[in-house]
């Protein structure tokens, strides 16, 4: 029950302070469709604990209706939206606790009397991201027909990162991405990711909505990356500066950083990493990758580029946001890859994607699907099993429609995906004449299922725990994977007429929550068509990494994530709002009336962590990737980590490696 300040007083959580009830976190909302975003914050460490008490509170008031029938909302995990992807915003607390049991050994008393299924299946996947389902995919495309493939996935929902959050505002649809994010789409002879992209039935024509002609123009990044560095030079795009006194500089890589606080020097640094060239590298791409991978990016910003401090501190958080962790303890070959800034002219193999930083010079085949990438995992889900999704093979409908969940593990298919099935042992045949023992959890039971090969698709953070009988190299290099957690936070909004004011589709800042934060254009997909205007709901979507300078790569990875579980829902809404308040409030923004509601996607492994010798290998040993690309008996490697640079591209690549050493496996059997 609540109280009439809309105050749960039916848990044990502490009132709502004047500053949050001023950011309407109390309110009841009457004309919104939306989850109310009230007090749900528990104040908790929950970082290798129990899931907290306070987990069962009562219902908030203004709740969706599913929540009204019944359905709690967790204080941690907080109001997920609506629709298929409610039951799965990031890493929900079963997720973590499910995880962690494999860590602190929760398992080992059960395995052994775990029921068996009586399942044996020609390939078991692990993991059901897109290394996990592209894996799939190949095995079943390049190997024929009558094979059949299980995929077990620890989340209530297939896709990893590549999953969307849905609202209702005003009775518009509203889709944000969860995670994974960008896209160029291939052309049809580019290999096989042009012929796959073909043969999902992948669009090819693309449809954003645009402003009305009486409107001001406003340029919009596509993405919610792409702003960041690689296109950061636009005039709607907003830096806000807390110091001399709180206030925005448009635009300020367009006009040489003035208006900055930057002292002359620093900016004059910073100018030099953002736009200066350097010169061609003489050897060949495997000796400047070797030279790249034996710094950090910090290193080579500072003793090689002769660059200030200060300018490995601008980039920290926009490295961190791209590949998990700051300057001062990923590979400089990472930030190279990457294409950050600092490189160009380096290598005719880099910086190959934007030359100048300007939005207007985007490719036209880079594409962000209104979830994101989950809009090419559900063309693949659909292709693995073709009733997984309502409707037609079509695109509009494999994107617009409902998951069918009763079709994803149905009897006797050739293709079966089970999900909320956390894998905590595998035991299998070095030689590979034995199949393969899989035990998962699932809601609270275990069970074994078995696979003539087996391909793990999932982080080696679980592999090195759960697979059984491995050889020292592989047990060794699976260690030399850290991973870095993320934060997305979808902010759907009633209007955005504050930006607007303001004239910003894109802003940037430090200190604070986050560091960035922008509007997509929508695209339009079949009958979702939501309006591009000031006046109609929009989202506004925050990637929040945990970069923290000064401490050790490794450790910086545990305490990001002891930050990212230990945060409350209620702590992360009360910082967004504030930080929307400090940054829009001279635009009008009043979060009572414009924020309709959040909801956060919690990565505690979002992003493998490359240090130097990652790539190239140390000490003269091979690299850890080229060490698990290798296959144990019937067991092969394919997360996306091996790449050290994590997109759908490469998770496809490493899946289809994969699939191709399990094929050559039955083969040679």
């Known amino acids: 029950m609540s109280d009439d300040t809309g105050n749960d007083t039916g848990s044990k959580q502490p009132p709502l302070s004047n500053e949050e009830l001023e950011l309407g976190m109390g309110r009841e909302i009457t004309r919104r469709d939306f989850l109310n975003t009230v007090a749900l914050g528990t104040g908790a460490a929950l970082l290798g604990t129990a899931a907290p008490a306070a987990r069962g509170q009562p219902t908030p008031v203004g709740a969706a209706p599913a929540a009204a029938a019944g359905r709690t909302i967790d204080p941690w995990t907080g109001p997920a939206g609506v629709g298929d992807y409610a039951r799965a915003n990031g890493n929900t607390w079963d997720v973590v606790t499910a995880g ?87 052309r049809p002879s580019e290999g096989w990711r042009g012929e796959m992209w073909r043969d999902l039935g992948l669009p090819t024509d693309f449809e954003y909505g645009s402003m009305r002609s009486d409107r001001q123009a406003m340029l919009f990044g596509r993405d919610n990356f792409i702003h960041q560095v690689w296109a950061d030079d636009f005039e709607n795009h907003g830096f806000f500066y807390d110091e001399p006194t709180p206030h925005f500089v448009r635009n300020p890589w367009g006009h040489n950083l003035e208006g900055t606080p930057y002292s002359p020097e620093v900016r004059r640094d910073l100018l030099r990493w ?37 300018v490995a501190r601008y980039a920290d958080p926009l490295l961190s946001a791209s590949i998990g962790l700051g300057s001062d303890v990923l590979s400089a070959y990472a930030a190279f890859y990457d294409e950050f800034p600092g490189f160009t002219g380096l290598s005719p193999s880099g910086i190959l994607f934007i030359r100048e930083h300007k939005m207007a010079n985007v490719p036209e085949n880079f594409h962000s699907f209104p979830g994101g990438n989950d809009g090419i995992m559900r063309c693949i889900v659909k292709g693995l099993i073709p009733d997984a999704i309502e409707g037609s093979a079509q695109f509009a409908e494999i994107h617009n429609g409902r998951i069918r969940f009763d079709a994803l593990d149905r009897p ?64 060794t290099a699976m260690s030399e994977f850290p991973r870095a957690p993320m934060l997305v936070a979808n902010v759907a909004l009633d209007n955005w007429r504050f930006l607007y004011k303001l004239g910003y589709t894109a802003c940037s800042w430090r200190g604070g929550f986050g560091f960035t934060c922008n509007l997509r254009p929508n695209m339009h997909v079949g ?40 945060t409350s829902y209620r702590e992360y809404e009360t910082q967004i709002l504030q930080q929307m308040t400090k940054m829009f409030s001279a635009g009008g923004f009043d979060a009572k009336r414009d924020v309709s509601g959040i909801v956060l996607n919690r990565w505690g492994h979002a992003y493998i962590t490359p240090g130097p010798g990652f790539y190239a290998g140390r000490d003269g040993k091979p690299a850890p990737s080229d060490v698990l690309r290798r296959p144990h008996g019937a067991l092969m490697f394919a997360h996306s980590e091996l790449a050290g640079n994590q997109n759908w591209v490469e998770a496809s690549t490493e899946g289809r490696r994969a699939a191709h050493q399990a094929l050559d496996m039955v083969k040679q059997a």
């Not at 692990?126 to 009558?146: E, N």
């Not at 035990?439 to 090969?453: C, F, K, P, Q």
């Not at 506004?540 to 450790?555: E, I, K």
Request: charged fraction near 25%.
């Open 100 to 186: 962690h049991g494999i860590r602190d050994n929760l398992y080992e008393r059960s395995i052994a009397v775990a029921p068996a299924t009586g399942e044996i299946y020609d390939l078991v996947v692990v993991g059901g991201g897109f290394s996990g389902v592209a894996s799939a995919y190949f095995y079943l495309k390049d190997g024929g027909a009558g094979r059949t493939v299980l995929i077990l996935d620890n989340n209530g929902l297939m896709g990893g990162e590549a999953k969307r959050n849905e609202f209702i505002v005003r009775g518009q649809r509203l889709i944000g991405p969860q995670g994974s994010n960008d896209t160029d789409a291939p």
């Open 412 to 475: 006797n298919a050739p293709v079966r995906m089970r999900t909320g099935a956390t894998v905590v042992r595998l035991v299998h045949d070095a030689d590979g004449h034995e199949p393969a023992t899989v035990t998962y959890a699932r809601e609270g039971n275990l069970h074994t299922v078995r696979g003539r090969a087996v391909i793990w698709a999932a982080a080696n953070w679980t592999a090195k725990h759960a697979i059984q009988q491995l050889p020292d190299e592989y047990r």
């Open 274 to 310: 953002h736009n200066e060239p350097v010169e061609k590298w003489k050897g060949d791409h495997d000796s400047l990758k070797k030279y790249l991978d034996s710094m950090t990016y910090e290193q080579y910003l500072t003793n090689v580029r002769k660059l200030r401090p200060e």
């Open 527 to 566: 009958d979702y068509h939501p309006v591009l205007d000031p006046d109609q709901p929009n989202i506004l979507t925050f990637y929040v990494p945990f970069n923290q300078y000064g401490s050790s790569l490794a450790d910086q990875g545990k305490t990001a994530r002891a930050r990212l579980f230990g």
